[in-house]
C-alpha cells in the first residue's frame, strides 16, 4: 500500500512540472558557461552524477531520519543518470526529489504531531549515537516514531542542560523545566516543517537552487549559482541599510545564520556579548513580532532587522560553548568605512607601526569607496610622521578581495619586478608586475596571518615572502590561489549568476599556495587552528601543483631571517600565552577529532555532555582576555581627527581593546626590536 502511495505521489507531482523546461535551460546554460569559462571545466559523466547526488542527500536529509531506506533506494535510481538527464535536457527527474520529499517532510510533521501528546521516559537505557561521518540512510518507517522520540528527548534533555551549571537545581526543577521545553522544542520542530511546505513552488524552487548550486561546486568549491532571491536579498541588505546593528552575518555549512563580523564601535560591539561564528536562533522587535530563525523564511527575517522603522531588536544567540544569550540592541547609523584599513602605534622599546587590513576592497564604481592600497598608503604616511622603527600589517581573518589591489599594495613594499604568474585554463601564463619603480615604505617589515587568511591576502604575502620582503608569522594560511568572476547567465536577462573560477595563480616561483597555503616563516600556536576548515577539506578544491615559468625576479638577501628566527624561537617557547595555547590546542583536538561516545538518555549523561568542554571554554575566554606587554596609541594625525568624531572614538577604543591582547603583534613587536638591535 505504501509503494502505490508512493508512486501515486510521484504520478500526481509530474502533472506540475511545467518548470522542467526552464530548469533545463539553466542547467544548460550553467553547464555552457562552466564549460566556455572555468580554469578546469570537467566532462559531465557519471562522476558529477554521483557527486550532486550524495551531496543533494546530504543537504535534504543530513541527520538520516526523514528519508527511509526504501525511498533513498528509488531515488539512488537518479544516481548514475543525472548526467545524462542533463545532457539529454531532460530535468523530470528533480519531480521525484520534490515528491519524496513532500511525502517525508508530510509524515515527519504526522508523527511529530503525534507524539507530542505522548509522555516521555528519561529513565531508560536508550542512547544516542554520534559520528563524525554520515550515517547510512538506513530508516524504517515504521521506526520513525522511536527514532523522533529519541532525537527529541535528546534535545530536551540538552536543552535543559544548558540553561544552568547546577545539575542539583535542574533535577529539582526538572518536571517544569521538561513541559516548556518539550512544548518549545516541538513548536519549533512543526514550525520548521509548515514553513517549508507553506506552498508547492518554494519547496520545487529550493530543491533547483541547490542543485544548480551543487552542480557548479562539483567543478571547484567557489564556483556557485545564484540567483536574485532570498538569500542574496537577504545579504545585500547588510550594505544598504541606513540603521545597523553593528553586525555583518552569514550562513555556516548548516544553513544556519552566524555573526560573521562585529563592526567596531556598532550597538553590537559595544554589548561585548557577541562573538564570530555566534548563530542566531531567535530575532524580535519591541510590537511583539518574533521569529524562530530555524522554521521563518529569510525574506521575514530580513525585513524584521534591516528594516529602518524596527530601531529596537532583540537577538537570541548560541555561543561556541552551547550557551543561550539574549541580547537587546538598539540601531544606529554606521559609517560605510567602519571595516577599511585602520592604524595604530605599538610601543614596546620602540614605536612599531600597526595596520588592519580587513579585506582587499576596491574602488569598484569609481567614485565612492577608496581601495585599500591607497588607503595603506596613506596610513603608512601617518604612521612615518611619528617615526616608527618598524611596521606590522595584519592579514589575519582577511578573506581576500581584489587581485588589483593586492597588485598594488605589494608594490608598495617592492621596488620593481613580477609578483606572480596568472594561468587560464589554456594553460596561457601571465606574468603580473609591479610597474612602478620604488617603495612607499622600505622598513622592515611583519606580516601576521593565519589559517582564515586568504586569496589576495596570500596572493600579496606570497610576493612579499618571495622577495624576501619581510617576515611572515602565524600559522599557515587557507590555500586558495584562484581567482573568480560573477558572470550573468543571460546577458540581456541578469536574473541568474555563476561566479565561476577563471584562472588560477601561481607565485613567482612557479610554485603554488593552492591547498598548501602560505607556510610562515616563524610559526606560532593559534587557538582552533587544526579545526579551522581550510582549502584541502574542499572534496573538489583545485590541485596542487608546480609551473615551469620565464618569470626573472631579484629577491633580498636573507641577511638577518636565520638570527630573528632563533630568537623568536626561543621566545615564543618560553611565552607562557603561548604555551597555554598549545595546551589549549590538545584538548580541543581531542574534542573535535575524537569520536564521541553513545550518550544514555537521562539528565546526568546528557549533563555531563553538554558541561565537559565548560573548563576548556573558561580556558580558552582566559587566554584571549590576558592582556599583552606594550602599548598602543593613535597616530598625532588620528589623535587631532578623533576629537571631532564621537562615533569614531567608541570605535577606536573598541579596536584598541581587542588589539590590546594580541599576542600575535607582541612577538610582531619582538621581532622588529630585533632586527633593530642587530642592524645597528
Not at 518507517?141 to 545539575?167: F, Q
Not at 586568504?454 to 584562484?482: H, M, P, V, W
Amino acid at each position: 500500500m505504501k509503494k502505490l502511495s508512493l508512486t501515486f505521489l510521484l504520478t500526481t507531482f509530474s502533472l506540475f512540472g511545467q518548470n522542467d523546461a526552464k530548469t533545463c535551460e539553466t542547467l544548460s546554460k550553467i553547464n555552457a558557461l562552466l564549460q566556455r569559462e572555468h580554469y578546469q571545466p570537467k566532462p559531465i559523466d557519471d562522476s558529477l552524477s554521483v557527486f550532486v547526488f550524495d551531496g543533494f542527500l546530504d543537504v535534504l536529509d543530513s541527520n538520516r531520519n526523514l528519508f527511509t531506506k526504501i525511498e533513498y533506494k528509488k531515488l539512488c535510481e537518479h544516481r548514475l543518470q543525472l548526467d545524462n538527464y542533463i545532457l539529454q535536457n531532460n530535468c523530470s527527474f528533480m519531480n521525484d526529489f520534490v515528491a519524496v520529499y513532500t511525502l517525508a517532510l508530510n509524515r515527519k510533521k504526522k508523527v511529530l504531531e503525534k507524539i507530542q501528546k505522548d509522555s516521555f521516559d528519561y529513565n531508560s537505557n536508550d542512547s544516542v549515537k554520534f559520528s563524525k561521518k554520515k550515517f547510512p540512510f538506513d530508516l524504517v518507517a515504521t521506526d520513525l516514531e522511536r527514532v523522533w522520540k529519541k532525537r527529541i528527548r535528546y534535545d530536551i534533555l540538552e536543552d535543559i542542560s544548558k540553561s544552568s551549571t547546577n545539575l542539583d537545581s535542574l533535577n529539582q526543577n526538572f518536571l517544569a523545566l521538561e513541559k516548556t521545553t518539550k512544548t518549545k522544542l516541538f513548536d519549533a520542530n512543526l514550525c520548521q516543517v509548515n514553513s517549508i511546505l507553506e506552498t508547492k513552488d518554494r519547496i520545487a524552487s529550493d530543491l533547483q537552487n541547490t542543485f544548480m548550486n551543487l552542480f557548479c561546486t562539483y567543478f571547484d568549491p567557489h564556483s556557485n549559482y545564484f540567483s536574485l532571491a532570498a538569500k542574496s536579498s537577504f545579504m545585500s541588505g547588510l550594505s544598504t541599510s541606513s540603521l545597523s546593528l553593528g553586525l555583518n552575518v552569514g550562513f555556516n555549512d548548516k544553513e544556519e545564520i552566524i555573526v560573521q563580523e562585529i563592526v567596531p564601535g556598532g550597538p553590537a560591539a559595544k554589548t561585548n556579548k557577541f562573538d564570530k561564528n555566534d548563530i542566531i536562533l531567535k530575532v524580535s522587535d519591541t510590537k511583539g513580532t518574533t521569529y524562530t530563525v530555524s522554521c521563518s523564511s529569510i525574506e521575514k527575517i530580513g525585513e524584521l532587522i534591516f528594516s529602518d522603522s524596527n530601531t529596537d531588536i532583540e537577538l537570541t544567540i548560541q555561543k561556541k560553548n552551547a550557551a543561550i544569550v539574549t541580547v537587546f540592541l538598539r540601531k544606529q547609523i554606521l559609517k560605510a568605512t567602519d571595516n577599511a584599513v585602520y592604524s595604530y602605534i605599538a610601543e614596546k622599546e620602540s614605536k612599531i607601526g600597526y595596520i588592519n587590513i580587513p579585506s582587499f576592497y576596491s574602488n569598484f564604481d569609481g567614485n565612492t569607496v577608496q581601495g585599500c592600497a591607497d588607503d595603506v598608503a596613506k596610513e603608512i604616511v601617518k604612521l612615518q610622521k611619528d617615526n616608527i622603527k618598524g611596521l606590522v600589517i595584519d592579514l589575519q581573518n582577511n578573506g581576500g578581495g581584489s587581485i588589483q589591489e593586492a597588485i598594488k599594495l605589494a608594490g608598495m613594499f617592492i621596488d620593481v619586478g613580477p609578483l606572480s604568474v596568472l594561468v587560464d585554463s589554456k594553460d596561457q601564463q601571465t606574468i603580473l608586475k609591479d610597474y612602478n619603480r620604488g617603495s612607499v615604505y622600505s622598513g622592515p617589515l611583519v606580516l601576521l596571518m593565519n589559517g582564515n587568511s586568504a586569496s589576495a591576502s596570500e596572493f600579496f604575502a606570497a610576493a612579499i615572502q618571495d622577495y624576501n620582503r619581510g617576515i611572515i608569522i602565524g600559522s599557515t594560511s587557507l590555500g586558495k590561489a584562484s581567482m573568480q568572476a560573477i558572470v550573468p547567465l543571460d546577458k540581456n536577462n541578469q536574473e541568474d549568476f555563476v561566479k565561476v573560477t577563471i584562472e588560477k595563480f601561481y607565485r613567482i616561483t612557479g610554485d603554488s599556495n593552492q591547498i598548501k597555503g602560505i607556510i610562515p616563516d616563524i610559526m606560532l600556536p593559534v587557538l582552533f587552528d587544526s579545526v579551522i576548515p581550510r582549502e584541502g577539506s574542499y572534496k573538489t578544491a583545485l590541485k596542487n601543483d608546480v609551473i615551469s615559468t620565464k618569470a626573472r625576479f631579484s629577491p633580498l638577501p636573507k641577511t638577518y631571517f636565520p638570527q630573528l628566527t632563533a630568537l623568536s624561537h626561543t621566545r615564543v617557547k618560553e611565552n607562557i600565552r603561548f604555551n597555554e595555547i598549545n595546551v589549549a590546542n590538545q584538548q580541543i583536538n581531542a574534542l573535535y577529532n575524537n569520536p564521541k561516545k553513545p550518550t544514555r538518555l537521562v539528565l546526568k549523561d546528557v549533563f555531563d555532555e553538554v558541561h565537559k568542554i565548560d573548563s576548556l571554554w573558561e580556558k580558552v575566554k582566559k587566554i584571549i582576555d590576558s592582556e599583552s606587554n606594550f602599548t598602543l596609541s593613535n597616530t598625532t594625525y588620528d589623535v587631532e581627527k578623533l576629537k571631532f568624531d564621537t562615533f569614531q572614538q567608541d570605535s577606536n577604543t573598541y579596536k584598541i581593546k581587542n588589539l590590546k591582547n594580541s599576542p600575535y603583534l607582541e612577538e610582531a613587536i619582538a621581532i622588529l626590536n630585533d632586527y633593530n638591535t642587530l642592524t645597528k
